[in-house]
């Protein structure tokens, strides 16, 4: 049976959230999201292996150098297509349809604004940008030539995952699945094609994740374009509403300021590897380009969770049942933690064999295996932490979320990397993520366990007016 048909027949999109059990949802919505973001860090992992072996050890270097940007690129996306996806989710949840359809007309809108301006700024003040990010003589060249095609294909990627986000929120998480999967998989048979048959270098990589993207862009679009679609584009309501403007901005505030405060992370972190390992700075910067992609690896996995935890969260806060809001919220922090506890055994008993899939320079190999000891030893707190702070986020708490983001990406750890890169050069700043990973962790569940009394109350004094009323 198709997704339209289960939609209008067994009521089980996006109907099904407030009635079907937390574990058949979580699976159901969760796994299709975990499979896109899998094969989204499978192929950020290809694509880094593609370079590291095409191009070389300083590609690899330079690559590292683009990732404080590309948050920042994605942070302007995120801050609409998140706030969306819940506002879109909570409108479901109060049977308001029209609202819901609103929200698809303005993130088109604002994803697009969003994108002509941040692409725009990127390509006039790139390489000013880059060296501030880091980037030296050697690495720029590597890093100016990936980030112009990215800055070129912004339209293109954030509409894509403003979409995207938008598809499965309204009840269509395999065909948000899909459409990740076929961005992944243009991705992956583009990039050996254009490094090493065209001989373009990194440009080629670049090229191929914009061509991904598009590719996926289509399957999107054509979706909110039909009507058959259970929330879909309607050019006869609202464009430009500023309330929902507000509101989008309000609840993606808090992953807009996560990417922002992990651009500002690794810069700081690019400069204390570059000052602390003299000589070998800029390999220092690549094997944490190895270390952060493979973190990622297991991140985007948690991410998954909580994108198909956010439709059932916001559904049942919106219908004021508690009861499912918080076994949602345990089934995620069991399922988190977990991911993350497998990361850290993975990278604990084979640091070498991973980092030489990226690389065949020792030195950089050496680097990283002192990296994936000392920051995954505390890394299977990490998985509950995000779905903590995603939880707030998809109940429409977005301060909280914002607090718990900003404890883990900037309270903590940039203290934490001035103190111990000082004193224990290399071995610092590894050190200092591991740290204030532990650290996040802690106050994020001492968080929850003293608002969450705060939110049941709030969430069941409505129902229960609404009883005696009835």
């Keep these: 049976m198709s997704e339209r048909t289960s939609v209008h027949t067994k009521q089980s999109s996006p109907a099904e959230l407030g009635s079907r059990p937390i574990g058949r949802l979580l699976m159901q919505y969760s796994l299709p999201a975990i499979i896109a973001s899998l094969a989204t860090s499978l192929y950020n992992i290809v694509d880094s292996i593609f370079i590291g072996r095409g191009v070389g050890a300083m590609a690899i270097a330079g690559l590292a150098i683009t990732v404080p940007l590309m948050n920042l690129i994605v942070a302007f996306c995120v801050l609409i297509a998140v706030g969306g996806a819940t506002v879109s989710s909570i409108f479901l949840g109060q049977k308001n349809i029209g609202k819901a359809t609103d929200v698809v007309n303005n993130v088109i809108l604002f994803c697009l604004v969003h994108a002509i301006v941040i692409g725009s700024i990127t390509l006039i003040w790139l390489d000013p940008i880059l060296y501030f990010f880091g980037a030296t003589d050697e690495t720029i060249i590597h890093a100016r030539e990936f980030m112009r095609v990215i800055a070129l294909g912004t339209p293109v990627s954030y509409v894509f995952i403003g979409l995207n986000n938008l598809m499965r929120a309204t009840g269509y998480p395999r065909k948000a699945m899909i459409s990740a999967l076929l961005s992944v998989a243009v991705n992956v048979v583009a990039a050996p094609l254009f490094i090493f048959v065209f001989g373009w270098g990194i440009a080629g990589a670049a090229w191929a994740t914009i061509l991904g993207q598009f590719s996926a862009f289509i399957w999107v679009l054509a979706h909110f374009l039909s009507k058959k679609s259970f929330v879909h584009f309607d050019p006869h309501r609202s464009f430009c509403s500023v309330s929902l403007l507000k509101r989008m901005y309000s609840i993606g505030m808090s992953p807009f300021l996560m990417n922002c405060c992990a651009c500002l992370v690794v810069v700081f972190i690019n400069k204390a590897l570059l000052e602390s390992a003299g000589e070998y700075g800029n390999l220092a910067v690549g094997a944490y380009g190895i270390v952060n992609r493979t973190t990622m690896f297991f991140v985007m996995i948690v991410f998954g969770v909580t994108q198909g935890m956010q439709p059932i969260l916001g559904y049942n806060y919106g ?68 779905v903590i702070q995603n939880y707030f986020q998809s109940i429409g708490k977005p301060r909280l979320s914002i607090f718990l983001s900003l404890t883990r990406q900037l309270i903590f750890l940039l203290p934490l990397l001035w103190l111990l890169s000082s004193r224990y050069g290399v071995d610092g700043v590894w050190g200092s993520m591991a740290a204030s990973d532990l650290l996040s962790a802690l106050l994020a569940c001492a968080t929850v366990l003293v608002m969450n009394r705060k939110i049941q109350k709030q969430i069941q004094f409505p129902a229960k007016l609404n009883a005696k009323s009835n």
């Design 319 to 386: 219908a004021g049942d508690w009861t499912r809001v918080s076994a949602t919220l345990r089934h995620g922090v069991i399922i988190g933690t977990a991911i993350s506890a497998v990361g850290c055994a993975l990278t604990e008993l084979m640091p070498d064999l991973i980092s030489r899939l990226f690389t065949i320079d020792d030195t950089m190999v050496d680097i990283a295996r002192r990296g994936f000891r000392i920051y995954f030893i505390c890394f299977p707190v990490v998985g509950g932490q995000i």
